[in-house]
C-alpha cells in the first residue's frame, strides 16, 4: 500500500527543507598548526525546558527550538563526532517532559554526551537522570582530549532536604532564577576529590574541556549565574596548560578567561536570558570580554535562541548558530591570551543592537 | 459696643480658620506617607506575584522566565514607537502583548489592578534608572 502522505510528514519534510536551505553550511575552517592531536568537531544543544501544561500538551515555543536544533545539527557536514546536551531537558524535571525532550532528540544520528542541569535534577535527585541518561559526573577521552563533565548545580543539603515539604516545591523554588529564596550551585567536596583523582592520571599539556551546566566562575549570585566552589574547582584545574570550561545555565553568548581557564557558554533552544549587567539593583561581574549577542526581539520567537558547534584541539573555535541573526564566531587560537569574536571584538566594530540594552 | 466688638471678633475668627483650611488643603503627614507608601508596596509585592506566576496566561509561562527581576523590560523609554506594532504605545500595551503571545494568555484591561500592580513591580526594580521615553 503506498504510504500516504499526512499532515505531519508534509510539514516535516518542509520544515528539512527549510532548514536546508536556511542553515549556514559553510564553518569557518580555521588553520591552526601547532598543537598535536587530531582536530575535530563537536556539537551542542542545551537548556531545551521543555514544559508540560498538562497531559499531552507542551509548550509549543519551546518544543520548536529543541526540534529546530535537532534537525540542523543532522545537516552538519561533515557530522559532528557527538553532542553535547549542556542541561535543562525538563523544565519541572517531569517524566513526562523527559520522554517528550528524548523523543525529539532520538533523532540526533550521533551519539549525545550528557551534563545534568538543575531543572532536570531538583523533583527526583537525578533519578530518572541516572536511569536513562548519564552519571551526574563522568570523564571520557575523544582524540587526545581528556572531557570531564560536572554536576555543578548542587546546593546545600538542608535546602535539599529539610527546606521544602515536598519534591514538586523544591524543583518550583529551583526552577525560578530569580528566587531570594533560592541556595547557590556547588559542585561540593566529594566531586571535587573525584577530580582531582581524574585528573592525576593526565598530563599537564593535554588538552581539557569541563563541561558543566552552571558557570564555574562566579557571575551574579542571585541568579545563580555562579558557582559557590568555583574557585576550589578552578584550583584544580590550575596546573594544566590547555582548559576550557564550557557551560550551560546562562542562555546567552558569554566568554571569559581566567588565568589558564578559557570560559564558553552555550545558547539556549528555549528563550533568552538577559545579560546580568542589565539589572540595575545590584552589582555583578559581567565578564568584559563578552561582546554581547544582539538585544532579543521578542516578536520574533527563536530570537535569542539557538544551538552551536565547537572546533577542537588546536584552541577553540566556537560558532554560535542563532536563529534570526547572523551566525557568531568565539575564537581562542593557540597564542592567543583570550577569547576573541572574530568580528565584533575591537569596540569600533559594535552595532547598535549589541549596545542598545 | 462690646457685642459689637465680639460679633467681629467671632467673624474674624471664622475667617481666619476658613482661611488656614482653603490654603492648607493637603497637610499631610510623615505618618501618611508611611500608609500611603504601604499601599503602593502592597501593589508592588501583588505586581511581584504576578510576574513571577504561572497562572497570569494559559501555558505555565511566566514573565520572569525571560525578564528575571524585570530585567530586559525597559519601563523607563515608554513610551514609545514599538516598531513591532506600528505604533506608539505604554508600557502596558507591551505587558498585554507578552500575556497574549508567549504566555498565550488573556490580555488585561487597561485599568485592572492587576495591570498596575504589574507596572508597580516592574518599574520599582528599575528604580533609580533615569526616564528615556522613546528609547528604542
Redesign the interface.
Known amino acids: 500500500m503506498k504510504e500516504r502522505m499526512t499532515r505531519r510528514t508534509f510539514l516535516k519534510a518542509a520544515g528539512a527543507l527549510t532548514a536546508a536551505i536556511a542553515f549556514p553550511v559553510s564553518r569557518a575552517e580555521v588553520a591552526l598548526g601547532q598543537k598535536p592531536g587530531e582536530k575535530f568537531t563537536f556539537a551542542y544543544i542545551s537548556d531545551s525546558h521543555i514544559?508540560q501544561?498538562k497531559g499531552t500538551e507542551f509548550?509549543?515555543?519551546f518544543d520548536n527550538g529543541l526540534k529546530k536544533a535537532v534537525v540542523e545539527v543532522n545537516f552538519m557536514d561533515p557530522k559532528p563526532d557527538f553532542v553535547v546536551f549542556g542541561g535543562d531537558l525538563a523544565q519541572l524535571g517531569k517524566k513526562e517532559e523527559f520522554e517528550h525532550g528524548l523523543e525529539m532528540l532520538k533523532d540526533v544520528t550521533v551519539p549525545i554526551k550528557w551534563v545534568i542541569g538543575e531543572h532536570d535534577y531538583y523533583l527526583d535527585l537525578g533519578k530518572y537522570w541516572q536511569e536513562k541518561m548519564a552519571p551526574l559526573y563522568y570523564s571520557f577521552d575523544h582524540k587526545g582530549v581528556h572531557f570531564v563533565v560536572l554536576n555543578s548545580i548542587l546546593t546545600d543539603d538542608d535546602w535539599i532536604h529539610k527546606r521544602w515539604p515536598t519534591s514538586e516545591e523544591r524543583m518550583l523554588q529551583m526552577a525560578?532564577?530569580?528566587n531570594p529564596n533560592g541556595s547557590p550551585f556547588m559542585v561540593k567536596e566529594e566531586q571535587r576529590a573525584w577530580l582531582k583523582k581524574d585528573l592525576a592520571k593526565i598530563k599537564q599539556e593535554t588538552p581539557i574541556i569541563v563541561l558543566s551546566h552552571s558557570p564555574l566562575y562566579k557571575i551574579f549570585k542571585?541568579?545563580n549565574f555562579w558557582t559557590d566552589d568555583a574557585e576550589q574547582v578552578q584550583a584544580i584545574l590550575k596546573p594544566f596548560k590547555d582548559v576550557k570550561i564550557l557551560h550551560g545555565h546562562v542562555h546567552q553568548v558569554l566568554y571569559n578567561q581566567m588565568g589558564n581557564l578559557t570560559f564558553n557558554a552555550f545558547m539556549a533552544t528555549a528563550?533568552?536570558?538577559?545579560y546580568v549587567n542589565?539589572?540595575?539593583?545590584l552589582p555583578n561581574k559581567m565578564p568584559a570580554l563578552t561582546v554581547p549577542m544582539n538585544?532579543a526581539?521578542?516578536?520574533k520567537?527563536r530570537d535569542g535562541t539557538g544551538w552551536g558547534h565547537i572546533e577542537l584541539p588546536a584552541g577553540i573555535v566556537h560558532h554560535y548558530e542563532l536563529w534570526e541573526n547572523p551566525a557568531r564566531i568565539v575564537r581562542k587560537a593557540p597564542g592567543m591570551k583570550q577569547p576573541e569574536d572574530t568580528e565584533y571584538q575591537s569596540p569600533g566594530k559594535r552595532i547598535p543592537p549589541q549596545k542598545?540594552? | 459696643m462690646r457685642k459689637y466688638l465680639n460679633l467681629c471678633l467671632v467673624i474674624s475668627l471664622l475667617t481666619c480658620g476658613i482661611g488656614l483650611f482653603i490654603a492648607y488643603a493637603d497637610p499631610f503627614t510623615e505618618a501618611d506617607l508611611k500608609k500611603w507608601n504601604e499601599a503602593y508596596m502592597a501593589a508592588v509585592k501583588e505586581g511581584d506575584s504576578l510576574f513571577h506566576s504561572s497562572k497570569l496566561g494559559k501555558n505555565s509561562v511566566s514573565c520572569d522566565m525571560c525578564h528575571p527581576n524585570g530585567s530586559n523590560a525597559h519601563p523607563e523609554t515608554y513610551p514609545k514607537f514599538q516598531k513591532q506594532l506600528g505604533k506608539v504605545v505604554g508600557l502596558r500595551d507591551m505587558i498585554n502583548w507578552c500575556i497574549q503571545n508567549p504566555l498565550e494568555g488573556t490580555p488585561l484591561a487597561a485599568d485592572d489592578p492587576k495591570m498596575i500592580a504589574l507596572e508597580a513591580y516592574i518599574t520599582y526594580e528599575r528604580r533609580g534608572v533615569k526616564l528615556d521615553p522613546g528609547k528604542h
Open positions: 514544559t501544561i509548550v509549543r515555543n525560578r532564577l530569580d542571585p541568579w528563550w533568552p536570558w538577559p542589565t539589572y540595575s539593583q538585544r526581539d521578542p516578536f520567537e542598545h540594552y
